[in-house]
């Protein structure tokens, strides 16, 4: 859309030095002012009536204009999916739409073509064009959620389709999102990361940038270095969540606020009593290298002798929670003790959330113990607990596939993971099944913009 002038550059036009005006036959200063204003009103009646079309403009819209808005940016901005599956039957758990879509999921892998970390690079050039064609939402569509700014942490390592994805589906202008990519990732897609901030004022890459290794301290510095950034950001954002590359939310910016809100200040993540197998990893200390490395050296006990509990990776955190990390002594404490340790990712978070002095903490009763499909943060299927839900298993069979014992979602799991109160789940691959992602992106814009299922 062509830009309009503003009133400043129309009275400057009408208005010029008295020589000009003759030449021209003009009418005098006057007259132009008159003419001005009217050819303003009319500007301004045309620009508010075509508001709507704008969208490289990232208007707040306040409450009272969702209903005049809603369906004009909405038909502008929707991801519904345009092929031969059938979203909303598949939400509902259809199971010969299932059928058919994994069917049909078959010869769609075959011709898929991933964009590349090329592709971004070049798309981003204009970053206008780019986040347009993209459909990203570039304004607040409730006062609650512009009023409640979240930061995330993002820990990732390759698939940029996948990551800006992940990203669009998250974007708001007063969110604030730290991308922490892995050091041993290949250069073109570091570009393509910096060239997709680059396009969002409230989107950057980390300042410290670790080389990941699997299961080593390098993946909890990875989230600490977002958090420090995240801190000193002009942001007063009120809760932290970190996710990776394999994640996609089930819950609308919206949604997630609202339980938020209802979390009343307190922390949510697993963190329950380990089991006897997992102690290993934190009684003995651990070399890194290209890889993690057990050393048979024991460990002295942690600082105050707390109790370890053991967790996941991915939390939702206060901001108080954050600060604590940095300016509270037994956290850093905690923490320095821990870099030798065997996937701390799994357990320190957990403890600290069992500290009675860290904000936003319960206490160490076995009441307060919360198990991974209770908490918030991550909805995970592990293959080894898969099942028959009528003879007790937590949860079906993967459609997809397995990797690491975790399943990467298809089709079929979309219905039930639906049920589940999680913010997230993991772990997702459009190589495995794009169905499953494409569904989740037209539910979650058309939750996002009318708040109720398709």
């Not at 008295?18 to 036959?25: A, E, P, T, V």
């Not at 990776?244 to 819950?251: E, H, V």
């Not at 999680?422 to 459009?430: G, L, Q, R, S, T």
Request: glycine fraction near 4%.
């Amino acid at each position: 859309m062509m830009k309009l002038p503003s009133l400043e550059e129309i009275l400057t036009l009408l208005t010029m030095n008295n020589s000009f005006r003759k030449k021209f036959s003009l009418p005098n200063a006057n007259q132009c002012l008159v003419f001005g204003c009217i050819l303003f009103v009319f500007i301004m009646v045309l620009k508010y009536s075509f508001m709507d079309c704008d969208l490289n403009n990232s208007i707040q819209i306040r409450n009272r204009h969702i209903a005049h808005f809603r369906n004009h940016y909405y038909m502008a901005l929707n991801l519904s999916v345009s092929d031969r599956k059938n979203c909303t039957k598949i939400i509902e758990g259809d199971l010969d739409e299932v059928r058919q879509t994994l069917h049909d999921n078959l010869d769609i892998k075959k011709r898929q073509v991933i964009s590349s970390n090329t592709d971004y690079i070049n798309q981003t050039k204009d970053c206008a064009t780019f986040k347009g064609i993209r459909k990203y939402v570039l304004f607040s569509l409730t006062n609650e959620e512009r009023n409640y700014p979240i930061a995330y942490s993002m820990v990732i390592h390759g698939d940029i389709e996948l990551f800006e994805r992940l990203l669009r589906s998250i974007y708001t202008p007063q969110n604030i999102y730290c991308v922490h990519v892995d050091r041993k990732s290949p250069d073109t897609f570091h570009q393509a990361v910096q060239a997709i901030a680059s396009c969002f004022d409230n989107v950057f890459v980390a300042s410290k940038l670790e080389r990941v290794v699997y299961a080593s301290w390098s993946r909890v510095q990875a989230d600490l270095n977002c958090m420090e950034d995240l801190l000193n950001s002009t942001v007063q954002w009120k809760y932290l969540i970190n996710t990776c590359g394999a994640d996609f939310p089930l819950k609308t910016n919206a949604e997630i606020v609202t339980a938020l809100k209802l979390l009343k200040g307190k922390n949510s993540m697993e963190s329950e009593p380990p089991p006897e197998h997992k102690k290993v990893r934190w009684e003995y200390q651990y070399n890194v290298t290209d890889n993690i490395e057990a050393t048979g050296v024991r460990k002295n006990p942690p600082p105050l002798n707390v109790p370890i509990f053991s967790g996941s990776a991915y939390i939702v955190v206060t901001r108080e929670f954050v600060k604590s990390l940095f300016e509270t002594d037994f956290a850093r404490e905690f923490m320095d003790w821990a870099k030798d340790t065997y996937s701390p990712d799994e357990f320190l978070w957990a403890t600290l959330h069992r500290v009675p002095w860290m904000p936003g903490s319960v206490p160490q009763h076995r009441k307060y113990d919360t198990s991974d499909l209770n908490a918030l943060a991550r909805l995970v299927k592990w293959g080894g607990h898969e099942g028959d839900i009528k003879q007790g298993a937590p949860y079906s069979t993967c459609t997809g596939q397995h990797r690491r014992s975790v399943c990467v979602y298809g089709t079929g799991d979309l219905h039930w993971m639906l049920q589940q109160h999680h913010f997230f789940a993991n772990k997702f691959d459009p190589r495995v099944d794009d169905n499953v992602i494409q569904c989740l992106e037209e539910l979650l814009r058309f939750k996002s913009f009318y708040g109720k299922i398709i």
